[in-house]
């Protein structure tokens, strides 16, 4: 892997795996989103547009909702209306729960959202088309659950009005587990998650092939295969789609993709969590945690007492779950854990043009690619934070003036406030995806500098700033306004931030003011390494003869 979190703990795993979770891709007909291109496509359906009317648009809407209904009534197919807020997943999951031997089209579920529709407005005297336009309604969408041999459990959910627009959503772990049963590598699973391996390094081989470009080939294949013959079939005969040369395009619209690293045991894997969430939540600014309890302790299990097998098996967990979470804009970078023994980190983008290389299918890679990228900066942030260290000569140069262009900028003095402000606030900042902005850092100076914060604007924080550029510890991204912490610069900055406050800053308050008495209840493993460290300096001190 890229990052060096998942190295400092590699001997702790029994493997580990990067892979595709949640697909949205967005299904639409170009032609169909303009007034005249909708025009056209009408007159391929009925020869003229003079009936084109708000009245026989509803009517193809009835239509489809008529067909749907008749043809699972005919075949024995779940039809349920779903109230606003039901999860309507988990309907379908505890449908194929208790029905294993299902193929294909197995549940309709049908709700209400917003969908572009169609309004026509026509000459009151003489019937002559005045205006087309679109606009946002809430319309029944139809959700059909489909169970597909190569990409298991996805769902189509289409608005019954024309231009008929669709979502396809996909898991890849359902796709990774079809092709692991049938390469013999034995799994098991715990939701979309593999919390057992027979094979770890076979899966990751499997699960990589989701980022290389024949994906955008088999992605097509699957939505082809269900869109028309399932889906679009109920509002156009296969024949008027051809007559009408009804073709979906399909945009990524949402994805999401995790590191999964398997621990083998369940207690050190809560160890691990927990120290990370402590040691780095306040300096990445992590607001809430959100928390799910249960019981206290993460159970433990041999792996080895039962065999693997190849199935997939759904755990319930019942311990403490911790979800460590923080959003930018559309972007979310999660941390939680997945069943006994894996730890997953995840990024999330909720509408992908926010990355800005383009949403059609092809660019599927691409994207993927650059969410990778955010999980190994993210990985590299908590593990610089964790596990921090200066380089040589960096304490002696760093109050030194550097050179910044043809600027010459004066040095870092960590014993100002302002700076060490700055400093904590380019460690929260290191960690959003897409570069930090000069308003991202003034914002969290202005959370950690107190008294400052009043007088701290964007001139003061362009100033530091470039003290920060010409150390190196900040770098400019090309042709934008947007910043990144380099893992070099990371490295060192988070080693400056964590010595001094959580080292040197407890070290002496301890020698000014030594402990004495008995030991509260609350005291930990932590206070008994700095109750060391502070009667070790006492002694080093007198025998330097400077302490009386």
């Known amino acids: 892997m890229g990052d060096e979190l998942s190295q400092q703990y590699a001997d702790l795993l029994d493997g580990q795996y990067d892979c595709v979770d949640r697909i949205v891709l967005n299904a639409y007909n170009p032609l169909c989103y303009s007034p005249g291109g909708f025009r056209s496509w009408w007159r391929r359906l009925y020869g003229t547009d003079d009936d084109l009317d708000d009245t026989h648009l509803m009517r193809l809407a009835g239509r489809f909702a008529r067909r749907v209904r008749g043809f699972a009534k005919a075949h024995g197919i779940v039809l349920e209306e779903c109230q606003r807020g039901e999860r309507k997943h988990d309907l379908a999951e505890q449908y194929l729960a208790a029905h294993p031997e299902t193929q294909g089209l197995f549940m309709i579920l049908v709700s209400r959202a917003v969908a572009p529709v169609w309004e026509v407005k026509r000459s009151a005297t003489s019937g002559a088309l005045q205006n087309l336009a679109s606009k946002k309604a809430f319309v029944n969408h139809y959700s059909f659950n489909i169970l597909d041999p190569d990409w298991g459990h996805l769902t189509i959910k289409m608005s019954g009005h024309p231009p008929f627009g669709a979502q396809i959503i996909l898991n890849g772990h359902e796709y990774v587990a079809a092709q692991a049963l049938r390469t013999g590598v034995a799994f098991r699973k715990d939701g979309n998650c593999f919390t057992h391996l027979s094979h770890p390094r076979s899966l990751a081989a499997v699960a990589d092939t989701l980022t290389e470009k024949p994906v955008i080939g088999q992605l097509l294949q699957v939505c082809d295969r269900w869109i028309y013959s399932c889906c679009l079939c109920f509002g ?10 009804f073709r979906y395009q399909y945009s990524v619209y949402q994805l999401e993709y995790s590191r999964n690293l398997l621990f083998r045991n369940g207690h050190q894997l809560d160890q691990v969590f927990q120290g990370l969430i402590d040691r780095t939540r306040s300096r990445l600014d992590i607001p809430h945690l959100r928390t799910i309890f249960g019981m206290r302790n993460r159970p433990f299990h041999h792996r080895d007492a039962q065999p693997p097998r190849e199935a997939v098996v759904v755990e319930r967990p019942t311990y403490d779950l911790t979800v460590f979470k923080v959003h930018f804009g559309k972007v979310t970078l999660k941390a939680y854990t997945k069943g006994e ?4 980190f995840e990024a999330i983008v909720h509408h992908a043009a926010v990355l800005k290389l383009g949403r059609l299918l092809p660019r599927f890679p691409a994207l993927v690619t650059r969410l990778q990228g955010m999980v190994d900066r993210w990985l590299n942030t908590i593990q610089y934070l ?3 260290f200066v ?12 050179q910044l262009g043809r600027l010459r900028i004066g040095g870092i003095d960590l014993n100002k406030p302002r700076m060490r402000a700055v400093l904590a606030a380019a460690i929260a900042c290191a960690q959003i995806p897409m570069g930090f902005r000069l308003g991202n850092l003034v914002t969290q100076v202005r959370l950690r500098s107190g008294t400052l914060a009043a007088s701290y604007g964007t001139r003061q924080a ?15 991204q090309p042709r934008s306004q947007r910043y990144t912490v380099p893992p070099d610069g990371l490295r060192t900055i988070a080693a400056l931030v964590v010595l001094r406050e959580q080292v040197i800053k407890p070290i002496l308050a301890g020698v000014r003011t030594p402990y004495r008495g008995r030991k509260p209840r609350s ?18 001190f007198a025998d330097l003869g400077l302490a009386s």
């Open 236 to 245: 156009l005969h296969t024949e008027e789609q051809e007559r009408t040369n």
């Open 341 to 344: 023994h894996v730890l997953r």
């Open 386 to 388: 964790d596990h921090a």
């Open 391 to 402: 380089a040589d000569q960096t304490l002696d140069q760093l109050p030194a003036s550097s």
């Open 462 to 476: 362009a100033y530091d700033l470039r003290k920060l550029r010409a150390k190196g510890f900040v770098l400019r």
């Open 523 to 540: 005291w930990t493993p932590l206070d008994d390494h700095y109750q060391t460290l502070r009667l070790d300096m006492h002694q080093l």
